[in-house]
């Protein structure tokens, strides 16, 4: 096998392409090979030794990925070789195989596509922890979603429309609030169009028609958060996903008060840890969506393995439009 190996993390330029040894799978492992594996931003932070999780060294990085079960460990029952499986595992995507833990792994049916499965689970389970389940989201509300034109943004749009919500998208270029509307999104702002606080405020306000947003979903932070969260209308729910802008904001709490309104937390990864009976149904209804065509991971683009370090590159440009993935020949 070959994987992108980080020995140093110091950043992308410091991974290396290697041969290593192909492993056997231990008690509850499977060997997976992998077919594609997207990158998310955890990635870029995790080979830079910024992320929460430091695994140790040396490891191949690569949260998310698919690929077919080569070998199953002992106390697998659940999965067979030649099984399609997608996982998110924290490690071990950028290479040809890994060692997978059973219990993270989700079967596939086998009409579904590889790449979006290595596109599905982090920004699919994230958006629905955060939606239906943390803020309640009813049919007939309105939703704004903030970094709308990303991963998880484009799957927040496609999770709110299937619950039968208005969607306001918000993205940083004309093009990209075009591919928001392209998945379902029913207005936009171009939030470089609109002077931070008071203009992104008018630009809520007008898209509202003055009521304002019952909920807020915000994987991005920094100067948008208070002006959006004074948008918010009465019993209004925001929901604090990440902070892909790099500063985490600080907001009046006498906001809350004033509109009745709820901060709320989203943890998919500990909803999943804490709650896995209830994780395993949100999943197995994601895949139901799937399948329906309901929901469909918005593909940036497909580059070959190999090209690592300028997928690195291309999302460190923030010109992404929903997923980068990796895929093996």
Same mark, same amino acid.
């Given at each position: 096998?070959?994987?992108?190996?980080?020995?140093?993390?110091?950043?992308?330029?410091?991974?290396?392409?290697?041969?290593?040894?192909?492993?056997?799978?231990?008690?509850?492992?499977?060997?997976?090979?992998?077919?594609?594996?997207?990158?998310?931003?955890?990635?870029?932070?995790?080979?830079?030794?910024?992320?929460?999780?430091?695994?140790?060294?040396?490891?191949?990085?690569?949260?998310?990925?698919?690929?077919?079960?080569?070998?199953?460990?002992?106390?697998?029952?659940?999965?067979?070789?030649?099984?399609?499986?997608?996982?998110?595992?924290?490690?071990?995507?950028?290479?040809?195989?890994?060692?997978?833990?059973?219990?993270?792994?989700?079967?596939?049916?086998?009409?579904?596509?590889?790449?979006?499965?290595?596109?599905?689970?982090?920004?699919?389970?994230?958006?629905?922890?955060?939606?239906?389940?943390?803020?309640?989201?009813?049919?007939?509300?309105?939703? #704004?979603? %903030?970094?709308?034109?990303?991963?998880? $943004?484009? =799957?927040?749009?496609?999770?709110?429309?299937?619950?039968? *919500? /208005?969607?306001?998208?918000?993205?940083?270029?004309?093009?990209?609030?075009?591919?928001?509307?392209?998945?379902?999104?029913?207005?936009?702002?171009?939030?470089?169009?609109?002077?931070?606080?008071?203009?992104?405020?008018?630009?809520?306000?007008?898209?509202?028609?003055?009521?304002?947003?019952?909920?807020?979903?915000?994987?991005?932070?920094?100067?948008?958060?208070?002006?959006?969260?004074?948008?918010?209308?009465?019993?209004?729910?925001?929901?604090?996903?990440?902070?892909?802008?790099?500063?985490?904001?600080? #907001?009046? %709490?006498?906001?809350?008060?004033?509109? $009745?309104? =709820?901060?709320?937390?989203?943890?998919?990864?500990?909803? *999943? /840890?804490?709650?896995?009976?209830?994780?395993?149904?949100?999943?197995?209804?994601?895949?139901?969506?799937?399948?329906?065509?309901?929901?469909?991971?918005?593909?940036?683009?497909?580059?070959?393995?190999?090209?690592?370090?300028?997928?690195?590159?291309?999302?460190?440009?923030?010109?992404?439009?929903?997923?980068?993935?990796?895929?093996?020949?």
């Amino acid at each position: 096998m070959h994987a992108w190996l980080c020995e140093n993390p110091v950043g992308v330029d410091a991974l290396i392409w290697k041969e290593l040894p192909t492993p056997e799978p231990g008690p509850g492992e499977v060997l997976v090979e992998i077919k594609a594996a997207s990158l998310n931003f955890p990635d870029l932070l995790i080979v830079q030794n910024k992320y929460q999780m430091k695994p140790k060294l040396p490891f191949v990085p690569g949260s998310e990925y698919a690929g077919i079960v080569q070998a199953v460990g002992e106390g697998v029952t659940h999965l067979k070789v030649g099984q399609p499986i997608a996982c998110l595992s924290g490690t071990g995507g950028f290479g040809t195989h890994t060692l997978a833990p059973a219990a993270t792994c989700m079967p596939l049916a086998p009409q579904f596509d590889m790449v979006d499965a290595a596109a599905f689970i982090m920004i699919y389970a994230t958006s629905w922890h955060a939606l239906i389940d943390r803020a309640a989201l009813k049919a007939g509300e309105t939703v #704004l979603v %903030l970094g709308a034109a990303g991963g998880v $943004g484009t =799957s927040a749009i496609q999770i709110a429309k299937a619950a039968g *919500a /208005r969607v306001i998208a918000a993205a940083s270029t004309d093009e990209k609030c075009e591919l928001c509307k392209s998945v379902g999104a029913d207005a936009t702002i171009n939030y470089s169009k609109h002077a931070v606080p008071q203009g992104l405020r008018d630009a809520i306000k007008d898209a509202t028609d003055g009521k304002g947003p019952d909920v807020i979903y915000d994987p991005v932070g920094g100067d948008f958060a208070e002006p959006a969260f004074r948008s918010i209308a009465w019993r209004g729910r925001y929901l604090v996903v990440g902070f892909a802008s790099g500063p985490i904001p600080s #907001l009046p %709490l006498n906001l809350t008060l004033l509109k $009745g309104a =709820s901060l709320v937390g989203v943890f998919w990864g500990d909803f *999943a /840890r804490r709650e896995p009976k209830a994780n395993a149904s949100m999943m197995q209804e994601l895949a139901t969506w799937y399948a329906q065509g309901k929901i469909k991971p918005v593909i940036d683009r497909t580059m070959p393995m190999s090209e690592l370090k300028a997928a690195y590159a291309h999302m460190g440009s923030r010109g992404v439009k929903g997923k980068l993935v990796m895929v093996n020949s």
